[in-house]
């Protein structure tokens, strides 16, 4: 019985220390990755535009169906481990698609902005988050233990497997 309670005290000082840290943290958060693609602009476009297609690349996602609009505006429900409404506010093909959590109930919302651009041959396709993380403990993980880019990562990783590349995603570019 000692022991339990002694391991409750501990989880329960874990918690309060995760929600303290975190409460620290800024709510909003911008992380970018990047990568080279030896493909063509046009069809990295092609894969990161078809939103009802993540399923066949997109990890955690399972299945992809439509919702209804939101001021003009496509609407998907993501299926899968990271299920969400993404709302498309902006696409500008074949360059550039911002991608909106439709959600507000959701411990976390923000932006994906998808930048494809011509490089050496290929493509240089650089992804930034714009997030915000409303719980606080989850932001302290986000902070010190997943970081804020690793799922930027796995995306890349995964669009690269998709198109039948093997990428190495790194730091985006500097903005000019």
């Known amino acids: 019985m000692k022991f339990l309670l002694t391991l409750l005290v501990a989880l329960l000082s874990l918690v309060a220390l995760a ?5 620290v943290i800024p709510l909003e958060h911008v992380a970018a990755r990047s990568a080279h693609f030896t493909s063509h602009p046009k069809a ?16 955690e996602v399972s299945g992809v169906k439509r919702l209804a609009d939101r001021e003009g ?17 902006v696409s500008e093909p074949p360059r550039r698609m911002v991608t ?14 998808w930048e494809i651009a011509p490089e050496e041959g290929g493509a ?8 915000e993380i409303k719980l606080a403990p989850m932001r302290a993980l986000a902070r ?3 970081g804020y880019t690793s799922t930027l990562d796995d995306y890349l990783e995964a669009l690269g497997d998709g198109l039948g590349e093997g990428i190495v995603p790194g730091p985006a ?4």
């Open 19 to 23: 929600w303290g840290i975190g409460m």
């Open 44 to 59: 990295v476009w092609a894969v990161v535009s078809d939103v009802p297609g993540y399923a066949r690349w997109a990890p």
């Open 73 to 89: 505006h496509r609407v998907y429900a993501l299926e899968g481990k990271g299920s969400m409404p993404l709302e498309i506010e």
């Open 100 to 113: 909106r959590i439709a959600d507000p109930r959701l411990p976390y919302a923000g932006t994906w902005t």
């Open 124 to 131: 240089r396709v650089t992804v930034t988050e714009r997030g």
């Open 144 to 146: 010190f233990v997943f």
């Open 173 to 176: 570019p500097a903005k000019a």
